[in-house]
């Protein structure tokens, strides 16, 4: 696991804060870390698809996976449908076609689509974990993590799309070296499906750096160190709500 979790401690500009682990390990706080995980793994795979309708599909394939995330988004956001029924939406039943006027889409288009039936697999196994322990759907607030780096993006193209990337990149690295730092300290069964995922995505905030310095064509070190920072100003801060992406609370 050390090799996986070098380049992202390298990234990363700080490691979790030991308070936020202490309050992981209380039980009381264990649906919440659940609940938000589970959200989370949604958010990530709707970040993806977005970056995908925005800069590198038609408009067909941009319906098609707006159709493909409706019923992940029905129950986590509306309560609708029952969640055993996701499994059968996990494939995308649509090649996506590329924009003629982006020539790196096709790129984007193969490693988001990738990232996405990963982030909605992982999904559907939080929702087993949480069957198995018991733990009720429920609707909770998210944490002022993302939209805390999102805040700072730029709006201006290219380099919004690049901001994003860089945001990405953070929120994907985090999320691993959470699963890592929880891992000792959770049930065995819930232990290792942690890292599982930090197995399955430890490349993920790799793959968005790559987009970025492809489309930017230049160094992209000075707006990576930037959100670097911010990213860990918001993990080391005091937060008000445990949250899997929260700060110590």
């Not at 890592?180 to 499906?193: E, G, I, M, Q, R």
């Amino acid at each position: 696991m050390e090799l996986l979790l070098k380049p992202i401690r390298q990234f990363l500009h700080c490691d979790t804060p030991s308070a936020w682990i202490e309050a992981a390990r209380k039980a009381e706080n264990l649906p919440a870390l659940l609940i938000d995980h589970l959200v989370c793994e949604l958010k990530a795979a709707q970040s993806a698809m977005l970056l995908i309708r925005r800069y590198a599909v038609d408009a067909a394939s941009g319906d098609a996976l707006l159709a493909w995330l409706k019923p992940y988004e029905d129950f986590t956001y509306r309560m609708q449908g029952d969640w055993r029924e996701l499994a059968d939406h996990e494939r995308l039943t649509k090649a996506m076609l590329p924009k003629r006027d982006a020539p790196y889409s096709q790129e984007l288009i193969d490693k988001m689509v990738l990232l996405i039936k990963e982030e909605l697999h992982h999904f559907y196994q939080v929702l087993e974990i949480m069957d198995e322990l018991g733990i009720a759907y429920e609707n909770i607030s998210s944490s002022r993590y993302a939209r805390g780096m999102l805040r700072h993006v730029r709006t201006h193209e290219p380099a919004t799309l690049i901001d994003k990337l860089i945001c990405g990149a953070y929120i994907e690295a985090r999320s691993c070296e959470r699963f890592a730092a929880l891992a000792p300290h959770v049930d065995p069964k819930l232990s290792k499906f942690y890292m599982s995922l930090l197995r399955s995505e430890a490349r993920h905030f790799q793959d968005y750096l790559e987009l970025a310095e492809q489309l930017v064509g230049h160094s992209i070190d000075e707006r990576v160190k930037f959100f670097g920072e911010i990213e860990a100003q918001l993990i080391q801060s005091p937060d008000t709500e445990f949250r899997f992406h929260s700060g110590p609370v």
